[in-house]
């Protein structure tokens, strides 16, 4: 007697063919905690000390509340976590938030990094009609700074030497996104890409004519 397949895990928000944006879960508690203590990732969170697993536990639960902060882990089509990008700090009377992503080794310089931006703001612009986001970076962190301005984003602010690793201080820089900088950078990414849209779902599920 054959046995039925496993089901494959719903694609709450596509990025591309292979990485789909989903819920962070408790299964995703190990991943996160080995990728947030890594050497190669903690000095782009300005984060000196380790993190415990009992922290990440208590912090995706926090991170999960859907209105003040929306946290989405990035999976392959397996299901295999590579990273986690979020929405954070959201007001909705200023209809305002905050950006903020972090990416395992293996899938950086892939130009995942602003895909999955760019499905975060249709998202934070399309469907939850927030006005405009900030994202903030460490001077030194030249990839995030120029996914984000492929994304739409301007740089707003910088504070000089605000950032201490490594035995010298580094400059924080403040980047601004609105729905208008941003849409122009969605269009053409969509174009390049045969990224379906919304009006092509609602042909393909017979709600247009």
């Not at 993190?51 to 990440?56: G, L, N, S, W, Y």
């Not at 905050?98 to 249709?122: D, F, I, P, W």
């Not at 399309?126 to 120029?146: A, D, H, K, P, W």
């Not at 035995?167 to 990414?189: I, K, N």
Request: proline content about 3%; hydrophobic content about 35%.
């Amino acid at each position: 007697m054959t046995q039925p397949s496993p089901a494959l895990p719903a694609r709450f928000l596509t990025i591309n063919k292979d990485y789909h944006f989903r819920p962070v879960e408790s299964k995703d508690e190990e991943t996160l905690y080995r990728l947030v203590n890594e050497e190669a990732t903690r000095p782009y969170f300005m984060r000196p000390w380790l993190v415990t697993i009992d922290q990440e536990r208590r912090f995706i639960k926090a991170s999960n509340d859907g209105h003040q902060t929306q946290l989405y882990a990035i999976v392959t089509a397996a299901d295999a976590l590579v990273g986690v990008m979020g929405l954070h700090h959201i007001n909705q009377q200023s209809r305002t938030a905050e950006t903020g992503a972090m990416l395992a080794c293996t899938a950086r310089n892939k130009g995942l990094g602003q895909a999955a931006k760019l499905v975060l703001l249709y998202h934070a612009f399309m469907v939850l009609n927030l006005r405009q986001i900030t994202s903030r970076v460490i001077g030194y962190n030249t990839r995030s700074y120029e996914y984000s301005r492929k994304c739409g984003y301007t740089e707003v602010g910088r504070i000089k030497e605000h950032c201490y690793w490594d035995g010298s201080y580094h400059d924080e820089v403040t980047l601004l996104v609105t729905r208008q900088s941003w849409q122009p950078h969605w269009e053409r990414w969509c174009t390049a890409t045969k990224r379906s849209t919304f009006q092509d779902m609602l042909m393909a599920d017979g709600q247009l004519r």
